[in-house]
């Protein structure tokens, strides 16, 4: 039988509009699939078991999520899971009512959570905008009563896919639009200058954040924050939190929340504010509570995709710190870290899933060589001729359309967001390679020229994990391993490699012709939000997305073409989107104090007039079943003549075959 090392699973949810059912749909596939893997490592199946996603992994537990806008939603459905599994619905159909994913097909709806007129309304800790679309009140106490259970939850130890210390860690995408202090602290004579002149003295509070050392803050705005929650099973599990926040300095930087109504509450909150997508939703007003529980903040704030849409590295970085929150747990009496319990804690495989309903699409369409090398004529990749014309078909839409233009604006931002992450990470794991060289080389020599002593603190045991995870550490004796591991602890310090490790990345995406497979997606994701049926579709996208992708982890499958989604399944009824912007125009028009410029516009439509609305129901119809205008044929500068075809024209460059060598 093969030799199972423990798996440990982190879940980023990207960010995804409506298309939130195709994220819950997936997602509650690869939590069933886990809960069915470790059901096979528990019953000690042979490896070729079906249920196992691979045979060389052993028990699975989700530790870190991360969630922008509609996925931080899915994020705080997720946590409600590990707690309370019954919320996954296992044996009962996607669209089932009270699931993860059956609360999307259900009670996600414009109707439902549609404003009325423009008085803003409040619920709990959140305030929303009456000018919107949607209400961001509605959406916080909908998701509140979705993911709060009608009983205590609280897993079992080894139950489920709950961690065994019972803590599970969030982080939330959101975007503060006022902006908050983002200070650069330097040391007190390092300053020069006038007083009056930014070299004003220190004030305390200052002094007291950085623990009494003597700097001077020159200021500095910042507007993505990430959220960083520790959401935990009993006391103990607070208290270590708590230790871990102070010893490791990072008090403020997250907080401990007992898993109860109250802490749903408040992953509800933080996943409206990040899901305040512009005008539909937010902005949106988020009260806070400092630590001082008379003391309450206003933020306002937005939708944290504006930020990162792919909260990859959110969800890592908090993954980095369950290890510590765990090792701390098993500090032996005189505050060392036995090799067993470093052993038992931190020896085990990353795995990263990412749900994405809008992944870029990278292979043989739009990328292209950097311009650089065209511009020093080195060989580059050519497009295909069919790839070719459909770019110089979306370059004209988006010259041609707002609508085209303002999607093909918002791709490109999001898509560089997420491959910054990406590439962030396939770097590391890149150096960590390097290191695990190095690692092998000292355990050859037994670590000569090390220190060999009790291991006191966490980057020690950090280090010792790291060999303990290649092939020659764990037949080093006690001594030795010690000695390896002081070596390299000493040069994680220089690397800033301490506490990282290889990630395997499990790609949950869309299918690539999402825009014929998905019901909802025209028009920005609204197309789900008026139709159920477009919902339930869209979450069974998801769950076989998900299944296909679980199925192919370490075996040879055939491709998978999803099928397009039927006429049946496409909304057909724009009207409650009409209403509402004639609700908006009307108010307007009838002295509502409004200043701003979109609804002064809106107030000048003549939607009262029926050709209009027709005409205006008609067009918002298509958009959502995601037929925007077609382009006018024309000659562009530039171009091909329509008598010659591409393959004829005259080449620019030295480009390769597409296929490559």
Known sequence: MTRRRPVRAAIAFAAAGSLGTFLSGAGRAVLLRMM????????????????????????????????ASAGAICATQVVRALYDPSYLGVGFHHDTDGTMSGD??????????????????????????????????RMYELLRASVTPSSPVGAAPGASLLDDSGIVAVGMMLTDLLGFSDPAE??????????????????PSRVASVRDREVRDLGGTGHGEVRRLMVVRDDEGAEVVRRFLTETRRRGR????????????????????????????GPVALTDRAADVERVYRRLYLDGGLVNDKPVSPALQLARWHDMVRLLRRRDADGSFSVEAIREELVYDRVLFFVDAFPDRAADEWVVAQPGSLFDEQRVLALSDAALRDREDRIDRSLDYPYSGVDAFLQSVLTSLRARDLREIAETNARLRARERY?????????????????????????????????????????ALRRVSALVAETDG???????????IVPVFAPANLESVFAGEGMYALGGLLSVDARRHDAGVGEQVAHHVMDALGRDVDPVTMPEAPESALPD???????????????????????????????????GFDPVRRAVTSRINGLVRGSPPPVEPRQRAGSVPDDESVDDAEPTTDAPDPSGP
């Open 104 to 137: 999307w097909v259900h009670r996600i709806h414009f109707e439902t959570l549609a404003n009325r007129g423009l008085e803003r309304a409040a619920a709990g800790p959140i305030e929303g905008p009456g000018w919107t679309f949607l209400s961001a009140a």
């Open 36 to 67: 069915a893997h470790n059901a096979a490592v528990a019953d000690g199946a042979p490896d070729d078991d079906r249920r196992y996603l691979r045979p060389d992994w052993g028990r699975i537990v989700v530790d870190a999520v991360g969630g």
């Open 254 to 281: 997250a907080r401990a929340l007992h898993i109860d109504r109250e802490a749903m509450s408040r992953l509800a909150a933080l996943a409206i504010a990040s899901a305040s997508l512009p005008v539909g939703v």
């Open 439 to 479: 690692i092998d080389r000292l355990c050859e020599r037994g670590g000569a020229g090390g220190e060999s002593g009790p291991i006191m603190t966490v980057e020690r045991a950090m280090a010792c994990a790291a060999v303990l995870g290649r092939p020659g550490g764990p037949r080093l004796d006690e001594d």
């Open 186 to 203: 330097f040391a007190i004579d390092d300053v020069l200058g006038h007083p009056s002149f930014g070299c004003a003295p220190p004030t």
């Open 573 to 607: 009824d724009a009207t409650p989107v009409v209403d509402r912007i004639r609700e908006l125009a009307r108010a307007t028009i009838d002295g509502q104090r409004v200043s701003s410029p979109v609804l002064k516009w809106f107030g000048k439509l003549p939607l």
């Open 494 to 504: 220089f690397s800033h490699l301490d506490g990282r490790r290889s990630v395997r």
